[in-house]
Structure formats: C-alpha cells, structure tokens
C-alpha cells in the first residue's frame, strides 16, 4: 500500500502546455500574474497554481484569458484540451497510442 500512495504522489501534472503558453503571452504583454488575477476576478493563489500547471483552469476562465491576452481563442483551447487528454493517458502509457488512433477514428462520426 505505501508503495502505491508514493507512486500516486509521484506522478507530475501535465497541465504545462496551456501554463507554458499563458504564462509566455502574459510576460510578453509585460502584465504582472495580479493584473491577470485582478482581472478575472481569481485569487493569487490560484492563479499562481494554474500558470504553473499544478492546477486545471476553468473553460470559461480560458476563454477570459485569450481575450485579456488578445491571443487566438482556438490555439489556448486546444492547448488546455491537449493537457487534459495527455493527464489522462499518461497514467495509461502502454495503450494510449492505441487509444488516440480509436478516438481519431470515431471523432467526426
């Protein structure tokens, strides 16, 4: 059992596609994280969490960001969904090629 718990503590989020992205607009926009924050109405704390990916933003506050960030709707929803689907199958590496090549198959039915 304390093998498992310290494998499940070990495991790093893969939510740094989107931060990674959201942090670069937001430096080269030179606007600090409490602009950000103050703006969409968010604690320090959890933006502070979100831009370094150990937290999941909101759908809503994504689409808040690419218009405080005047950046392309699309690009950051596509990153932020990318994250999700690559936390998922990073605890399913041995199938998860296989997983995507079924899911790209039946996306447009």
């Not at 604690?43 to 506050?61: L, T």
Request: a positive charge.
């Amino acid at each position: 059992m304390l093998y498992f718990c310290l494998i499940l503590t070990s495991i790093k989020p893969t939510r740094m596609l989107f931060a990674n992205k959201i942090r670069e607009l937001r430096e080269s926009k030179q606007l600090l994280q409490r602009h950000v924050l103050a703006a969409l109405d968010m604690d320090n704390a959890m933006y502070c969490k979100i831009e370094k990916g150990d937290r999941a933003a909101k759908r809503i506050q994504v689409v808040a960001l690419t218009q405080l960030l005047s950046t392309d709707e699309t690009e950051l929803l596509t990153l932020w969904l990318a994250d999700k689907v690559l936390e998922v199958l990073n605890t399913e590496r041995k199938i998860a090629r296989e997983v995507l090549k079924i899911a790209n198959k039946n996306i447009n039915k």
